[in-house]
């Protein structure tokens, strides 16, 4: 290991200069309220990295030895996987401490910088209901079984919003020739979900997605019709449908496009959708994993750490400024009649 990694700090501050001015009391947070409690726990990351490290090379050596002892010296298979089993054995229970720390680092992190921003962090939230919701806008597929965490909550403006990670599942069942049946789950969302609640209604509702090429032909469903957008460059990216031409056009600014592309970015992932229903906006990016405080083999402290967190939170602060102005700019709905 580096010097570093022996448990030195990282010694830098945090770097603030590419998010928005409302962030630059971050620099003195992270050096008051947060950085503090990272070195006090530096020594513990440095002996679990080691054990990690340690475990990895023993467990690695066992599922080479094992390989060599089944396939060439007994010439029996099942003793390679019986020893390969053992291997990652050994390296599950090497990693077992660092994966613990990674987790309470975690907290460590997220929850100053969330109470900060006036926002609520939950790391294992259980049911997340407004997922029904989102199904049922079209961002999400149905599935039978489902699993949430890293819950955050809070306001911007006027606007309430929630961000949680999910992932669905979807029960199969196959029969094979003879009659037998295996039922597996496969993984039909797994990614983060994001609900804005503007407290105004949408007077129709439009859902966005990425551009699926041939598949485009089969449209959005439930009466929705494909839009057009101002902005031809993101018309090669995004479909958009809608039941009111009119208001998507209002809603869907090329700054809003351009926040879109930027959440995914941000978010680390793809395949986003989103929608505008009733007085809420409904976002999916499938992959990604915020709010993970990042690779437990440097120091604890590396400013890194919180400066992604920040990237994560300002970018959804961008999007939901975008579409208030946007929605800001609307008409009134026209009089019957008129």
């Known amino acids: ?175 094979d020739s003879k009659g037998r049946t295996q039922t597996t789950w496969v993984t039909v969302f797994k990614g983060q979900c994001l609900r804005l609640d503007f407290h105004k209604t949408f007077y129709g509702r439009t859902l966005i997605t990425r551009d699926a090429g041939f598949f485009n032909r089969f449209g959005g469903g439930k009466g929705l019709q494909r839009a057009a957008l101002e902005d031809p460059k993101f018309e090669k990216i995004f479909e958009v449908y809608t039941t009111d031409q009119v208001e998507s056009r209002y809603l869907l600014t090329p700054d809003l496009m351009q926040k879109l592309v930027d959440l995914e970015e941000v978010f680390r992932g793809g395949k986003l959708k989103a929608a505008f229903d009733g007085g809420e906006m409904f976002i999916t990016v499938q992959g990604g994993n915020l709010f993970e405080p990042g690779s437990m083999f440097k120091p604890l402290d590396s400013a890194d750490r919180v400066h992604e967190l920040l990237k994560d939170f300002s970018a959804v602060f961008q999007l939901i400024d975008a579409v208030t102005a946007g929605r800001s700019r609307m008409p009134p709905p026209a009089a019957p009649g008129s």
């Open 1 to 175: 290991m580096s010097e570093r990694d022996e448990g030195q700090g990282s010694g830098a501050g945090l770097t603030l200069g590419d998010l928005p001015a409302e962030f630059a009391e971050f620099g003195r947070i992270y050096e008051t309220d947060i950085r503090p409690n990272l070195i006090a726990r530096e020594a513990e990351r440095v002996a679990a990295a080691k054990k990690a490290i340690q475990t990895r090379w023993a467990g690695g050596f066992i599922i080479a030895a094992g390989a060599l002892l089944g396939l060439v010296v007994f010439k029996a298979p099942v003793v390679s996987i019986v020893i390969a089993i053992l291997g990652f054995g050994v390296i599950g229970w090497g990693n077992m401490g660092i994966s613990r720390l990674a987790g309470e680092a975690k907290t460590l992190i997220v929850e100053p910088i969330a109470s900060q921003l006036n926002l609520y962090f939950t790391a294992a939230p259980g049911a997340c209901e407004s997922i029904f919701r989102h199904k049922e806008v079209g961002v999400v597929p149905g599935w039978d079984r489902s699993k949430y965490e890293d819950l955050v909550t809070g306001r911007r403006g006027q606007v309430d919003f929630e961000l949680f990670e999910a992932h669905l599942e979807e029960r199969r069942t196959t029969t």
